[in-house]
């Protein structure tokens, strides 16, 4: 079972149509990278999957279960909508960093606040006693502090994790804005062109980081303008056109025999930049 | 009369002063923060009735307003139902709480949108995000407005008088009667020392706030 389908998908802003129809499937350690001239719908793609916009049709599965479908009757709650948002994690172009925390603090706050929650809910509902509550309660701070720790080394920020984020070069700020998205274990972790805010020396640093989450078997979506990353690291690449997949297939395939027209043109024109 | 007369009786004066100040601050500020969220609200009747509020208040000039708190409601109902000072602190209250509002909105919606999204994709709920997240980025950006605004707010005291609320200037001009005048220059002694006061804890909270940047 594939731990992601997406069938049919269909956005519209107003009258444009943005997402046409597009489908696809991802295995469980797959990397997906999805290229694409600007403007043909790859954010707004990635946005549909975590809930931050809501497709006018089709359906998302998550390994096997339904994680969105348009023909459901009843809406969700914002409750239900947050719990299935950790299925996925997003790394933005932009890094959104929380300022005015360290890094490691940008690592366990969203954490620390899931797991109160939760731990509060099973207290409430006669899971655990109020003893063991008050001891995991206790200890709380400490693992999530070590498991925090753990992911900044992962991202090579270890020196680093005290720090602002306005003390941070962009591509340490992309390693920790990564980290911050792995503290919440998603299943599918996408990443909005991850190095295009960044100078160009400082893109090897983050790319370096997700080729080693690709290791690590971290199921992975990537939208990027980095053909050199897509080629190498991807399994599978999907080429983006007006809201409708132009081409699919392994990087060899993509890149070695392009079947479309458009997508030949695009792969000249990036090859010359 | 001995300076240290004048001195107290000023004093006394300068507590009413103090006790508009004070108690508008404390009730106006939650009060802006409500009515920037009913502006900003999706809710377009609710949006726009405080939006023409908040133009009506602010477009009034506030001497004007004090009289029309305070005589409205005796004009219309033939008996004040309240006195001087509470008169005083509602439009006060009002008023101030429209240019909070202000400041707070321009202050929310400057936070990038990408802040609560990250908060989003990361599990929290939106009032979780706002206090965790964008609450301390607000109060970093209003800072030095709402500086500019509370140091007015401690003059603007000045015109409770108009409806005879006996705060410093006034008790001043209970000296002049007396045929003393240098206690009228002398209030703004006090005014000088509590907003010199308030400049450097505003300066203070600025410095607090400067660890990081947005
Ligand atoms: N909130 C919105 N309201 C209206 N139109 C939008 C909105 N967001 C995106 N669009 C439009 O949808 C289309 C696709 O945008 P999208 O950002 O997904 O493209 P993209 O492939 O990510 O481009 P880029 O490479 O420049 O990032 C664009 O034409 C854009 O103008
Ligand atoms: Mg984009």
Redesign the interface.
Known sequence: MSILEVNNIIKNFGQTEVLKDISFTLEKGEVLAIIGSSGSGKTTLLRCMNYLEIPDGGTINVNGISYFDANEQRSLSEKEIRLRRLHFGLVFQSFNLFPQYTVLQNLILAPRLLRKYELKTALKTFQITKNEYKEKKAALSQELEINARKLIAKVGLTEKADFYPCQLSGGQQQRAAIARALSLTPDILCFDEPTSALDPELTGEVLNVIKDLKSNDTTMIVVTHEMEFAKHVADKVIFMVNGVIEEEGTPKEVFETPKSPILQAFLGRTALK | MSFLEVTLELLSGFSMTLAIFSLTLLLALPLGLLISFCTMSKFKPLRYTFKVIVWIVRGVPLMLFLFIVYYFPGFVLGSPIYGRFTATIIAFVVNYACYFSEIFRAGIEAI?Q??T??????????I?IFT??TL??VI?RIIPPMGNEIITLVKDTALARVITVVEIIWRAEQLMSKAIIWPLFYTAVFYLAFVGALTLLFGYLEKKQG????
């Open positions: 990038p990408g802040q999204e990250a908060g989003l994709v990361l599990g929290m709920t939106r979780q965790y997240v301390q980025q970093k660890y990081y940047k947005i």
